[in-house]
């Protein structure tokens, strides 16, 4: 019968095999390694390889144990010559009596070092059904072979509670300096020296003999830190009360000398710590922590306890940069009604700037002005002319910091939109945001200058610019988590407006998907881009669907003129479901506020623009053409503004029966110019269907199809842009069947199969399909359902 050995490493395995080979021959032999490295095991082996030879031999495990008398009987037995002795021992403790006896066994032989298993071996020792598991294993034991043992049972990547408790036997019996450099070792100092003199209170002498007495536990791994296993184990097995003081202490060490302290702080949060020295250290954390995780940020400061007003400010401004609005406003209102005086306008920034991201500007912008610092002033001009105000006398000077810098460059962007030189607005805020670009996502902003280029550069036609500026602030995140969702709402906007439909349509997924409630001037630019892809897809269920989010949204957040873009957006499927008058006094409050600020043409030509379209889907004539009036007042202004101005000129000829395919093809190439694809394609799509001239028809297809401007990596074709059904009128469309169709698209709407209208027309029923599909193609369509309920507007 036969026992299965086992497993030792190379110098080891030979061991046993020379004895059995030569067992009279006289063997004298150290082994030496750490704990858990199997020198038992070896020994064992030994002792076997000499009972089955029949040889008697000195075998003596955890010689380090030994007192002096018993290790130099050892040593004199070794120094004879003539007896086989094998003796096992660990690093540390190294007496001079073992030292001297080490000594004694090198001069015959060099110790044998039992290693660590490789990843192989120790898929070589676990049952069949661990294997699968054996990097697991080897990542958490380093391969030291006790502790792979211990592991060998586990069916899944999870340290099992038993195994973690049999460790108990390894750490309670350790000095008390061994076990206090093991906790520091589980709080990441095994390799700070100088911190572990001031723990132990010991010179670096005295730190090198615990470090070695540490090592020689087997509990290291190679580089001098715990070993992961080892780690969870003292941080389990270890004095809540030790460990906690512990990670105290080395903290204020590490304040003291300016170093990090948030892996130190970060486990004691929930351990109720508290005391001066541990508020301490959680504010030293804090501020750590903000600029890459400002909800940590926040909880740490929360473990402070009762905060004074400046830590509830801190703590204010945290939750806010995480997203948690609701906790920033009840702490810095806390401050603002009870609070310090000196504290009361930082209370007021914080508050201001979360009023802002929950769609309050006006409010935000009397907080703004209430705050008496610098960044304030200039975000209150960002939000008096956001509200229809012009701010009255200059802008103070800015002092030399980033923030402030920045800031004043947004305000001073904000106001030469809507002056004089609104095209130097767009350079001015993205020189803005190349300052506050250092700062990244650890500073809190009412909005960001890369938004407001974003905005200011859609507004101007400017898309590759606003493409570019919001990709480099998704990639900085500039403004932090707070920031992300309405920088990735703004990039899908271009997508749109550029006819990418798939990808404004991905970002909407994505949102979904995150599950997290958008703050209201979040939620009204996600649902106008929900009801903008519904209606350029003509997609008429999920438009009326979203039709009532997008009459919320506008409840809940007050026009301003960074709204303009979804109030556009809402306009114009008000028309297209016959609902315009829940958006009429938002619409007017708009107009009036472009009109407070005098109407600048950077703000008031999208505004007209989108006004326009939802009048003519209206077929309110005269609403259109007083749009295209005020478009053509903005026409001297820039090149943007003429060329908008020039298609709603053209649009107006077309809806009137006049088309001019050379004037409508420039036209709608101006639009394309500027950005504006999808309404470019529209354009020269609604006069294709409404031209008699055949020849020009197919001119202007052509030339629909070829303003789509389907963006690079666009992985499927966007919806026609020019089969938008709703720009063409119930009368327009019914004008446009031919007499066949119109007996075609009756029969069919009173229920008749293909095969019943051929009948009763004298057709097959293979030409009543390709009938159906023009008529479909003509209105735009993408469901029969939505077909038969154009159909039953237009015939009545």
């Keep these: 019968m036969t026992t299965e050995r086992p497993l030792l490493s190379d110098p080891a395995g030979r061991v046993p095999a020379e004895i059995a080979a030569a067992p009279d021959a006289v063997l004298r032999l150290g082994v030496l390694a750490p704990g858990g490295y199997g020198k038992t095991t070896v020994l064992r082996e030994v002792e076997r390889a000499y009972r089955e030879a029949g040889v008697a031999a000195t075998i003596v495990d955890d010689a380090h144990l030994l007192g002096d008398a018993e290790l130099g009987s050892l040593r004199a037995l070794v120094e004879r010559g003539d007896a086989r002795v094998v003796v096992a021992y660990r690093p540390w403790p190294r007496s001079r009596a073992l030292a001297a006896l080490a000594e004694a066994l090198g001069r015959v032989r060099p110790p044998l070092m039992p290693a660590a298993f490789t990843r192989e071996q120790v898929r070589a020792v676990l049952p069949a059904a661990g294997r699968g598991l054996a990097d697991f294993v080897h990542r958490q034991t ?19 509670a038993e195994v973690i408790a049999s460790f108990r036997a390894d750490l309670d019996w350790l000095e008390p300096a061994v076990q206090k450099f093991l906790l520091a070792a589980e709080a990441g100092a095994a390799l700070r020296l100088d911190l572990l003199g001031a723990l132990l209170d010991k010179d670096s002498d005295a730190v090198g003999e615990v470090i070695e007495a540490g090592r020689a536990t087997g509990l290291l791994a190679p580089d001098g830190t715990l070993l992961p296993i080892a780690r969870t184990a003292v941080a389990a097995l270890s004095r809540t009360d030790r460990r906690i003081a512990v990670r105290q202490r080395l903290a204020e060490l590490e304040m003291r000398s300016g170093g990090p302290v948030l892996h130190l702080v970060r486990p004691l949060l929930g351990t109720g710590v508290g005391g001066p020295a541990a508020a301490e250290a959680f504010q030293a954390a804090a501020r750590e922590a903000l600029p890459t995780d400002p909800a940590l940020s926040a909880r740490l400061l929360a473990a402070v306890g009762t905060p004074d007003d400046e830590v509830a400010v801190r703590q204010a ?19 603002l009604s009870a609070g310090d005086r000196a504290h009361r306008g930082a209370a007021a920034e914080v508050a201001a700037i979360a009023l802002a991201h929950r769609g309050q500007l006006a409010r935000s912008t009397e907080l703004h002005r209430w705050s008496p610092s610098a960044t304030s002033t200039a975000f209150a001009v960002v939000g008096q002319v956001g509200t229809g105000r012009v701010p009255a006398g200059p802008l103070p000077v800015a002092p030399p910091t980033l923030l402030d810098g920045g800031a004043s460059l947004m ?27 250092p700062a990244g996502r650890a500073v809190l902003l009412p909005d960001t200058p890369a938004a407001l280029a974003g905005l200011v550069a859609l507004h101007s036609g400017e898309l590759a610019v606003a493409e570019s500026v919001l990709d480099r602030a998704l990639a900085t995140s500039l403004g932090g988590t707070l ?37 209201p001037r979040d939620w009204i630019f996600a649902v106008a881009l929900e009801v903008g892809v519904a209606r350029r897809t003509s997609d008429l269920a ?24 979804p109030l556009g957006e809402f306009a114009a499927a008000a ?7 829940r958006l009429t006094p938002h619409l007017g409050a ?36 007083e749009h295209a009036a005020a478009l053509a007042a903005c026409a001297p202004s820039g090149r943007y503004s003429a060329l908008v101005s020039t298609a709603a000129e053209s649009w107006l000829d077309v809806l009137a029966g006049k088309v001019d395919a050379d004037r409508v093809e420039s036209a709608a190439r101006g639009l394309h110019a500027v950005g504006q694809w999808w309404d470019a394609a529209r354009l020269a799509g609604q006069a294709a269907i409404r031209t008699s001239d055949r020849q020009a028809m197919v001119r202007l297809l052509d030339c629909a199809r070829l303003l789509q401007g389907r963006p690079a990596g666009a992985t499927r074709k966007p919806a026609e842009p020019a089969a938008e059904p709703v720009e063409t ?66 015939l009545g």
């Design 142 to 160: 380093g391969g030291v072979p006790r502790f792979v043992a211990r592991l060998a049972g586990v069916t899944t990547a999870e340290v099992p």
């Design 317 to 335: 401004a945290a939750s806010a940069l995480s997203g948690d609005l609701d906790a920033a406003l009840r702490l810095a209102d806390r401050v």
């Design 411 to 437: 305000a001073h962007g904000v106001l030469e939109s809507i002056g004089d030189t609104p095209t130097t607005a767009l350079s001015t805020l993205v020189r803005a945001v190349g300052l506050l670009e």
């Design 483 to 519: 920031m992300t969702v309405r920088h990735g709402l703004l990039r899908a906007w271009i997508a749109m407006v550029r006819g990418n439909l798939v990808q404004a349509r991905e970002t909407l997924i994505s949102l979904r998907r995150a599950g997290r409630p958008l703050e």
């Design 542 to 565: 999920t438009l009326k669907r979203t039709w009532e989010q997008a009459c919320e949204a506008v409840l809940r957040h007050p026009v301003d003129l960074y709204t303009f873009l």
């Design 575 to 581: 028309a297209r479901l016959r609902d315009q008058h």
């Design 590 to 625: 708009a107009r009036d506020l472009v009109r407070r600020l005098g109407d600048p043409p950077l703000w008031a030509v999208p505004l007209h623009w989108s006004l326009l379209h939802a009048a003519i889907i209206a077929e309110e004539t005269s609403a259109a053409e």
């Design 729 to 794: 009128g119930r009368l327009g469309d019914a004008g446009k069947l031919s007499d066949r169709e119109r007996q075609v698209a009756e029969l069919v709407i009173g229920g008749s199969t293909y095969r019943q209208v051929g009948d009763r027309l004298f057709i097959s029923a293979k030409t009543v399909e390709h009938h159906v599909a023009r008529i479909r193609q003509r209105l735009g369509c993408t469901s029969r359902a939505e077909l038969l309920d154009q159909l039953r507007q237009i």
